[in-house]
C-alpha cells in the first residue's frame, strides 16, 4: 500500500468530453506529482505541487489540462475538451524522503473515444 | 527531456535463471531508482541508489549506480514467476526510461 489512492481507476469517454480524475492521499504529504503514461513507455512528468501551490509544469501540459491541490491534500487533473490522443494511464505520486522517492498511486486509466 | 535508454526491450527466462538489465543515459544522474510495474498497476520502487560505484541489495535484486552517473543496472537472481512485470529506471526521480518486459517461464 503506497498510500495513494486514485478515483476513477478507469474511464471511457467521448472525445471533446471534460474529465476529471483525483488523488487522494492516506496522510499528509507535502509533495504530490502527476504523471502520464502511454502503452509502452515509461511515466511522463507533467506536474509538481508542494502543498497547494503548483510550483512545476511540463510541456506536455497543455492548456487543456489543469492541476489543483486546493488544501494541500488531495489533487484534481481535469482535461478538458479531450482528444484520442488522452487516452493514457495518469498517475498520481508522492515524494518521499530525503531524496524525494516517488511512491505512486494504482493510476487512473483514460480511454478516449 | 532527458533520455534513458533500458535493454533489453523485454526477456523471457525460464524460472530460476539469472536477470540483467541496464539503463544508459546522455546525461549524468545524482540518484538512480529502479521501479516494477504490474498490469494496471502504478510502478513500485525495488530499489535506490544514491551515490556513484554504489551496489544495493533488496532481497534477490541487486542494482548499481555507474560510476560515470549515466548508467544503471538491475540484477535478479533466481527468478520466480512473480517476477513477472516491466522494470523501469528513473534517473533524478523524474525521468523514466522506457521499461524492460521480463516473462518467467515456469
Known amino acids: 500500500d503506497t498510500g495513494v489512492s486514485q478515483d476513477p481507476r478507469h474511464k471511457i469517454t467521448k472525445r471533446g468530453q471534460n474529465v476529471t480524475f483525483r488523488c487522494d492521499p492516506i496522510?499528509?504529504?507535502?509533495?504530490l506529482y502527476w504523471y502520464r503514461q502511454t502503452l509502452g513507455q515509461g511515466p511522463e512528468f507533467l506536474t509538481y505541487?508542494?502543498?497547494?501551490?503548483?510550483?512545476?509544469k511540463s510541456r506536455l501540459l497543455s492548456d487543456r489540462f489543469s492541476a489543483e491541490r486546493p488544501k494541500g491534500s488531495f489533487s484534481t487533473l481535469e482535461i478538458q475538451r479531450t482528444e484520442q490522443g488522452d487516452s493514457a494511464m495518469y498517475l498520481c505520486?508522492?515524494?518521499?524522503?530525503?531524496?524525494?522517492?516517488?511512491?505512486f498511486g494504482p493510476g487512473t486509466r483514460l480511454t478516449v473515444l | 527531456g532527458q533520455q534513458l535508454n533500458q535493454s533489453p526491450q523485454s526477456m523471457f527466462i525460464q524460472e530460476g535463471e539469472d536477470v540483467s538489465m541496464n539503463c544508459t543515459s546522455s546525461?549524468?544522474?545524482?540518484?538512480w531508482l529502479w521501479y516494477k510495474q504490474d498490469p494496471g498497476e502504478g510502478p513500485v520502487l525495488l530499489i535506490a541508489?544514491?551515490?556513484?560505484?554504489e551496489l544495493t541489495s533488496n532481497g534477490r535484486l541487486t542494482a548499481q549506480f555507474g560510476i560515470t552517473r549515466k548508467d544503471s543496472f538491475l540484477n535478479i537472481s533466481a527468478s520466480i514467476p512473480s517476477d513477472v512485470g516491466i522494470y523501469f529506471c528513473?534517473?533524478?526521480?523524474?525521468?523514466f526510461g522506457t521499461g524492460t518486459s521480463l516473462t518467467v517461464i515456469p
Open positions: 505520486a508522492l515524494g518521499i524522503g530525503l531524496y524525494n522517492e516517488q511512491f
Open positions: 496522510s499528509e504529504h507535502n509533495r
Open positions: 505541487f508542494q502543498n497547494e501551490a503548483q510550483l512545476e
Open positions: 546525461s549524468i544522474f545524482n540518484t
Open positions: 541508489l544514491y551515490k556513484a560505484g
Open positions: 528513473s534517473g533524478n526521480q523524474f525521468y
